[in-house]
């Protein structure tokens, strides 16, 4: 990648991801680990485009799915025992939303080209909960 998309996710990290993991950790009812690939969801010549779509792709679902799996204290009870950490990547260039989230061993992995399918948030929220639930 080059400086233009280095300079972008800098900026990213910098001034909006720390209220993204609020919003997250708010609609959960609790904290825990989220870990970002940075490199992997940089893609060359669309760095101008990162701020509106890494919210979309891979933060709004997972705030949607933590709001409606944790609406009630047993569930989020059950999800904050067995919940480690969150990974967020772009490794396939999956853009499937039906494919977006994986858990396993306490680990929810999302992995999502970040500028593809941008708008389907419900859709992937969707997904979070279902992969989720099924293994608890």
């Known amino acids: 990648m080059g400086l233009a998309e280095r300079r972008a996710t800098k900026e990213f ?4 991801l720390e209220s993204l993991k609020e919003k997250i ?3 959960a009812g609790f904290k825990f680990e989220i870990e970002v690939n940075w490199s992997t969801l940089e ?3 669309f760095s101008h485009l990162y701020d509106e779509c890494w919210p979309k792709v891979y933060f709004q679902p997972l705030a949607k799915a933590f709001k409606e799996m944790c ?3 047993f569930a989020r009870e059950v999800i904050q025992e067995s919940l480690k950490k969150v990974v967020i990547q772009n490794y396939s260039d999956n853009h499937r939303s039906d494919k977006f989230a994986e858990f396993k061993s306490g680990t929810l992995t ?5 500028i593809t399918n941008v708008d389907q948030v419900d859709d992937r929220a969707f997904n979070i909960q279902h992969v989720v639930e099924k293994e608890l």
């Open 13 to 16: 990290q910098d001034n909006r």
């Open 25 to 27: 950790f708010k609609d």
């Open 43 to 45: 893609v060359d010549r």
């Open 71 to 73: 609406s009630e204290d």
């Open 110 to 114: 999302l992995n999502h080209s970040p």
